[in-house]
């Protein structure tokens, strides 16, 4: 083989600028974050402010995804505290529960989706936890629900219980949008490649899936030849 072939015919980069452009986009989504948080009138970024996380989710492995975890919640931590005015506290607990938390829920659904396949309808029920855990940052109506403003549909809801709801169906837009758009022929490899055998019966909503793009899998070892000893 050819130094460098086994990425032809591949529309994402590999290796170093992967990683590169992976950060990059957790950074700007937690700045997106951090400014529909600030300016509840840019409510619609709430849309597609987890997508870099899911993307995390869907191609990395289990410790890459959580540390692309970290990487996330210390940037919203970052901006929320010290470039807009969120509500969040800026003190160590913050800190350490917005590292952590998001951290554990992207490793988590690394296993999740090993198993499962991608499936929007479990990652977003799995948010609900996150918005639990994430409580004592500051804010008041949790994470992704405070990005939805305090328009009618806030005030219609109420309860707390209910801005968990609003959180969890913005996490399975997310979720749902990202597994529409890595289908799409732009964000597919030439070679499709199963994720694993046991996943073939096993489908979760509409939204799981059981074939990774050629981007999110690692290249094969070939194999040795047969010993003829």
């Known amino acids: 083989m050819v130094p460098g072939s086994r990425n032809s015919g591949r529309v ?37 402010t987890l997508l870099p996380l899911f993307y995390s989710i869907r191609a990395l492995s289990q410790l890459a995804a959580g540390c692309a975890g970290a990487v996330w919640g210390l940037s919203l931590f970052a901006f929320s505290t010290q470039v807009f005015d ?10 350490l529960l917005l590292a952590l938390i998001p951290a554990a829920y992207a ?25 639990f855990a ?16 305090d328009g009618f549909a806030i005030n219609v809801v109420g309860s707390y219980a209910g801005y968990v709801f609003i959180a969890f169906a913005v996490a399975y ?43 999110a899998v690692g290249p094969t070892r070939p194999r040795a030849p047969p010993s003829l000893a």
């Open 134 to 149: 994430l409580r004592p940052v500051g804010l008041n109506y949790g994470l992704l629900a405070a990005t939805q403003g």
């Open 173 to 215: 837009f997310n979720a749902l949008l990202f597994s529409v758009l890595i289908e799409l022929p732009v964000f597919r490899g030439s070679d499709r490649r199963i994720v694993s055998a046991s996943t073939s019966g096993l489908r979760i909503f509409s939204g799981q899936t059981i074939v990774q793009p050629a981007f």
């Open 86 to 95: 969120t509500g969040v506290q800026s003190d160590l607990a913050s800190l």
């Open 12 to 48: 994402f980069p590999v290796g170093g600028i992967r990683a590169v452009l992976t950060v990059a986009s957790l950074v700007a989504s937690a700045y997106l974050l951090s400014l529909v948080l600030a300016s509840p009138a840019s409510w619609w970024l709430g849309a597609v």
């Open 107 to 131: 490793g988590a659904g690394v296993w999740l989706t090993r198993r499962v396949g991608f499936s929007p309808y479990l990652l977003a029920l799995g948010w609900i936890g996150v918005e």
